[in-house]
């Protein structure tokens, strides 16, 4: 009995509890997920008290910022939404189950062998969403031709979701030396990959290659500015012949300026941002197009719930103080963990915090035609693997392994 008391420490029943909740996360567990995730932050809290705020006083712009959109967009909610639960869903996702279980659970510390887990395990739940993908492309296998994947959900949040996985699965290709880890991340990233095609997502096909051409630039200046350029290259020529290349038909949109213009979200953030500027502090209203509702100047009959943008949504619906705020803790938040990964010391640690760099990059890239923030798994997806580049690992396990 006393061997077991021992070991219900605050360690094992966070790892517990974190295990639970990205498997709830990563393979769709309803409701379930919320709670765990509320209970997460609510350890947390010993850990600030145990290592006495030091977090805080470390990434304190961060928290400042945060701070600041968390109560801002609080205040937007309050006098824009008319029922008190209407929309509250939307806006937890963007707040309590997002940013403010980031800010609480990276005061969570772990040792060096649990860490090292998280990445893997994140993968293995995730062949849940990879197995729905293959299934919808065995159903529909004979409409192809037309048809778009969407996993069980809507074919631009899982476009986004397969995404991360098609990220990480390369990332950790070039960063785990375990060859048995190699194989198993290259037929990841090939599967991820597979599936990913057949969503025909525009977004995805561009922002990925971006995505990591950025990640390889942090991690190599001079190397990675080739990179970007070659794939800038490669991604307009593939665009100019998108036409002339099966399943990459769709990127034919945008191979000219002139359809670039013709594309229906031009006119979407044109309006979203005189919108925003017409209602500078306090925007049209939390979440107002959700019942689609916005109309697009050049076809009247089209109506869309959203900007397809996360920073003309935010500006257009919620006003400038909200989009000022947001900005600033996306911009501490890559100050920060780039700064970690610069002076960080233990290869292993650094690793990890390139892949969630590199995640964070292609999702907040995807952001920028779609807005992740109201997509509450994906974006409570993104904000988990963000705390994962935050968390502390204990120094003498760090200094064991190296």
Known sequence: MNSI????????????VGIVYLFL??????????????????LSVFYLFKNRFEMIKKYKYMYIS???????????????????????????????YS???????????LDLKKYKKIIPIITLFSLDALYRGIMDIYINWNHLSWYRISGKTYTTIYAGEIGIYVVIGIISIFIYKNIYLKIGYTVYAAISIFVLFYTK????????????????????????????FLTLLCSILIIKNADKIEGLERLSTISTIKKI????????FKKGIKNGIDNIFIGEGFYKYKEGTLKVIRNAEELHPHYHNIFIETFATQGI?????YILFLFSFFYYIIKDYIFEKSSKIKEVKLLVIGVTIFTLLYGLAEPIFYFTK???????????GFIQVKEEEKLESD
């Open 5 to 16: 008391l021992k070991k219900i420490t605050l360690d094992n029943i966070i790892s517990i």
């Open 25 to 42: 996360l990563f393979r769709r567990g309803g409701d379930s997920k919320y709670l765990f995730s509320i209970l997460l932050v609510i």
């Open 66 to 96: 945060g701070f600041f959109y968390l109560i801002f967009l609080g205040i937007i909610f309050k006098i824009s939404v008319n029922k008190e639960n209407e929309r509250i869903e939307d806006l937890l996702g963007m707040t309590l």
């Open 99 to 109: 940013v403010l279980f980031f800010l609480s659970t990276i005061n969570i510390s």
């Open 201 to 228: 997502s525009r977004n995805s096909m561009l922002m990925i290659p971006l995505a990591l051409a950025l990640t390889y630039f942090i991690k190599n200046i001079k190397k990675g500015s080739i990179v970007i």
């Open 261 to 268: 213009e013709e594309d229906a979200r031009v006119d979407i």
């Open 321 to 325: 103080l909200v989009l000022i705020s």
């Open 378 to 388: 994906l974006y409570m997806v993104l904000f988990t693997i963000m705390t994962v």
